[in-house]
C-alpha cells in the first residue's frame, strides 16, 4: 500500500513488490515481463514489443496480451500505444 500510496502521489516510478504473473499464457507472461522493460516517461507501440518479444508478426496478439494485464498499475500496458500514438 506504501508504494501505491506514493506512485499516486508522484513519488514512485517503480515498484520492487514481487509479482506472481502465473495467471497467463507462457506468451502472455512474455509480454508483461518486456512491459516491465519500458521506463516511466517512455512508450513503446505493440509492434515494438512484438518485435522485442522476437515475434514480430504478433502485433494483434501482443494487443491481447496487454489488454488481459491483471496487474496494470505494476506491468506498464498503460505505456503501450497504437502505431498511431493512440
Do not use: K
Not at 508504494?3 to 509480454?31: C, E, I, M, N
Not at 496480451?65 to 506491468?75: E, H, Q, T, Y
Request: glycine share 10%.
Amino acid at each position: 500500500m506504501r508504494q501505491l500510496d506514493a506512485y499516486f502521489a508522484g513519488r514512485r516510478v517503480h515498484f520492487d513488490v514481487p509479482l506472481d504473473l502465473s495467471s497467463g499464457t507462457p506468451f502472455q507472461q512474455t509480454v508483461w515481463r518486456a512491459l516491465l522493460a519500458i521506463e516511466a516517461g517512455q512508450s513503446q507501440s505493440y509492434r515494438q514489443v512484438a518485435e522485442r518479444i522476437g515475434r514480430p508478426a504478433a502485433v494483434r496478439a501482443v494487443g491481447t496480451a496487454v489488454g488481459a494485464n491483471p496487474l496494470s498499475i505494476f506491468v506498464p500496458c498503460h505505456r503501450v500505444l497504437g502505431s498511431r500514438g493512440r
